[in-house]
C-alpha cells in the first residue's frame, strides 16, 4: 500500500490577488479556486498545504519550518521575489526534498527583468506557462 504523499504549496506577493489581477496574463480564478480545482483534480489522494504571503521574511520562515516537517516536495510560485530574492534561493537550498517551481503565465515571453529567476537555482524542477494546471501538474509530477 502506498502512503499518501504530503506537499507544501507556497504563493509568494500578489498571488493572493488572482482573478482581479491582470487576468489577461494570469487568468480569471481566484486563488482559492484555483485551490478548489487543483484537488479536485489530482490523480491520487494527497495532503494539500497551502500557504500565501506577501512577505519575503515570513516566505523564507516558512521554507525553513519545511526542515522540521515532513513533506515530500514543495511547490513555489514566488510570484516576484522569484526575480529578486537571495534569502528565498539561500532557504531552498537548506532543502532535501524536491523543489518545484511554478509560473502561471511563461515569463520568457515578458519583460526582460522577468528573465532572471534567482529561486530556480534551488528548483529541482521549473514550470511555466501552465495558468491554472500549474499547481496540479507541478504536484502530478511527483506521483508518477
Ligand atoms: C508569476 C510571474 C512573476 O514574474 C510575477 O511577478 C508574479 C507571477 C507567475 O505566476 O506567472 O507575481 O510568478
Redesign the pocket.
Given at each position: 500500500m502506498t502512503s499518501t504523499k504530503k506537499f507544501l504549496i507556497i504563493n509568494?506577493?500578489?498571488?493572493n490577488m488572482l482573478g482581479a489581477r491582470e487576468p489577461e496574463i494570469?487568468g480569471s480564478l481566484s486563488l482559492l479556486e484555483i485551490i478548489k480545482y487543483t484537488e479536485k483534480n489530482l490523480s491520487a489522494k494527497c495532503e494539500c498545504v497551502w500557504y500565501q504571503s506577501n512577505i519575503e521574511g515570513d516566505i523564507v520562515t516558512r521554507i525553513q519550518e519545511l526542515t522540521k516537517q515532513d513533506f515530500n516536495a514543495l511547490v513555489i510560485?514566488?510570484?516576484?521575489y522569484?526575480?529578486t530574492s537571495v534569502a528565498i534561493l539561500d532557504a531552498l537550498h537548506i532543502l532535501k526534498i524536491p523543489v518545484i517551481e511554478v509560473?502561471?503565465?511563461n515569463?520568457h515571453l515578458?519583460e526582460e527583468f522577468?528573465q532572471t529567476k534567482l529561486t530556480a537555482k534551488a528548483s529541482t524542477i521549473i514550470m511555466e506557462g501552465l495558468g491554472k494546471n500549474a499547481y496540479l501538474m507541478a504536484i502530478e509530477s511527483q506521483l508518477l
Open positions: 509568494g506577493p500578489n498571488l494570469y510560485n514566488p510570484g516576484a522569484s526575480h509560473h502561471l503565465s515569463t515578458r522577468r
